[in-house]
């Protein structure tokens, strides 16, 4: 990842209705969400929720896909990744310095594992 797209991806969550529409679609997986669940759920006008979402598009970290007359939107799992990634790449020489991140992982891989259990 370019330091450009880097900045260009946190300007987009650097912004307190973009972060909460992010991490909703996070915790909603990759199907995501509808838009009207998304405005219902942040209590956000429908116009404020498409200002928000394509700027979280253009940044990559957001897809949207039509079924019928719905729009969904899903976060980009990938995009976060190499964000991620990008912040953390040579963190305190390659120790294991991040303890949330750490955690926030392992407990992933245990609810992953009990859903496929």
């Known amino acids: 990842m370019q330091t450009t797209q880097a900045v260009d991806k946190l300007a987009a ?3 307190e209705t973009r972060l ?4 909703l679609l996070v915790e909603a997986g990759p199907d ?3 838009a009207s669940a998304i405005a219902d759920a942040l209590a956000l006008p429908a116009a404020t929720l498409s ?3 394509a ?3 253009r940044a990559g970290l957001v897809a949207a896909r039509q079924e019928s007359r719905f729009i ?3 976060a980009s799992f990938p995009a976060m990744d190499e964000l991620i990634a990008y912040l953390t790449d040579n963190c305190c020489q390659g120790g294991q310095c991040l303890p949330k991140t750490a955690a926030a992982t392992s407990s992933t891989h245990v609810r ?3 859903k496929a259990a």
């Open 32 to 34: 995501g969400l509808n």
């Open 51 to 53: 200002f928000h979402v």
């Open 55 to 57: 700027h979280l598009a």
């Open 20 to 23: 909460r529409i992010f991490r």
């Open 72 to 74: 969904f939107y899903s």
């Open 13 to 15: 969550l650097a912004q």
């Open 112 to 114: 992953s594992r009990r």
